[in-house]
């Protein structure tokens, strides 16, 4: 059976300091790179930095444009939380529950990369959250 990688592409100023938060930062292993771009794996995904010349401006707030992983494994949630609080990454949002007590309910957390790329990590308590239950409407912090 094959499987689908996802793959995004995201802008950067720095391949260097790109390369030095997502491989030794955020565990990320590192592919081909050369001085306009450096492509990373992050759990099996490709993610692509790119160098831009053109300014990063910060989002006011975490919506609407991140990117991130939804784990299976509360373990491997866990693990990259940890990870991220050794390596002193920015949390644009502190790890929290949302939704507690219904289907909804997850863990997440938001980092911002010094490119002002802003990524969410998930875990679900109920795996049919992620794509199902449609008789619930929230999405997000939003009101």
Sequence with gaps: ???????LAFPVTDIAQAKA????????IPGRENPQAIILNLHGHQLV???TKEPLT????????????????????EELLD?????QLLFREEPKNRFVGT???HRTFFLEDPFN???????YRHVEAIFGSYEYTQIGDRK
């Design 83 to 87: 990870r991220a609080q050794q390596k």
């Design 58 to 77: 910060r989002q006011r707030t975490i919506y609407p444009r991140h990117f991130g992983l939804i784990f299976t494994q509360e373990t491997d949630w």
């Design 49 to 51: 930095a790119h160098l």
């Design 117 to 123: 790329n802003l990524m969410e990590f998930k875990y």
């Design 1 to 7: 059976m094959s499987q689908t990688i996802f793959h």
């Design 21 to 28: 938060y997502y491989v030794d930062g955020l565990g990320c």
């Design 103 to 105: 289907t909804l309910e």
